[in-house]
């Protein structure tokens, strides 16, 4: 993985406790309680957003797809049995929703403007010529995303951008492991090829891609 997740050694308590507190969210949603969905939001809106903006790129509707996700969550959260992890539930619901803006054609094209000061220090010295050239760099390879077909994108952004294990991917996908790793693999060769093509590859211009 492009982007280095540093967990610690309580993470698989830390993910029960999560789905656990998840889970109870719901029932209380279940049961008629209306403010639990405002928590379910305070608890996963920022990640439906990342989902949502690293698939479709630069766009003043984010808040309407966010939105839109959350409407979709709230129709079907009676008929949520827990057979499945609500995260991963959601994250599909995500997914869902902002390919079908993708498909109607209203992404402009897959370029997020992205400023020196999100990336670390080490790079900031290292491109230490001018925020132009960094910024030239990243606007070529969010450009070079944006050539990827959408199931290879999909898989790219989930893994790369959002930290999502294959497994994961796998089951909010619903499709098998070793096609998501099929798709990995051909994306990162597409996208490494253009880079090289392109002169775009320095390693702080991948790692900020988050």
Not at 3 to 13: A, C, D, I, R, Y
Not at 120 to 140: F, H, K, N, V, W
């Amino acid at each position: 993985m492009w982007l280095t997740v540093v967990s610690g050694g309580n993470e698989h308590q830390d993910r029960g406790d999560a789905d656990a507190a998840d889970l109870a969210l719901v029932g209380s949603y279940q049961r008629g309680n209306g403010n639990a969905l405002a928590e379910i939001y305070r608890r996963h809106g920022k990640r439906v957003e990342s989902i949502a903006r690293n698939l479709l790129g630069p766009s003043s509707e984010i808040e309407d797809v966010v939105q839109d996700v959350f409407i979709e969550l709230q129709r079907a959260l009676h008929k949520f049995r827990g057979d499945a992890r609500f995260t991963t539930w959601l994250h599909r619901v995500a997914v869902n929703v902002s390919l079908q803006y993708l498909r109607r054609g209203r992404r402009k094209g897959w370029l997020r403007w992205l400023g020196l000061d999100d990336a670390p220090q080490s790079a900031t010295m290292q491109y230490s010529e001018g925020r132009l050239e960094a910024r030239d760099i990243c606007r070529q390879l969010y450009d070079i995303l944006g050539t990827l077909p959408e199931k290879k994108l999909t898989v790219f952004v989930l893994y790369e951008l959002e930290g999502m294990s294959l497994e994961d991917i796998s089951t909010t996908l619903g499709i098998g492991i070793n096609t998501v790793k099929s798709r990995l693999f051909h994306a990162r060769n597409e996208v490494f090829e253009l880079a090289r093509q392109r002169g775009a590859l320095p390693a702080y211009a991948i790692q900020v891609v988050k």
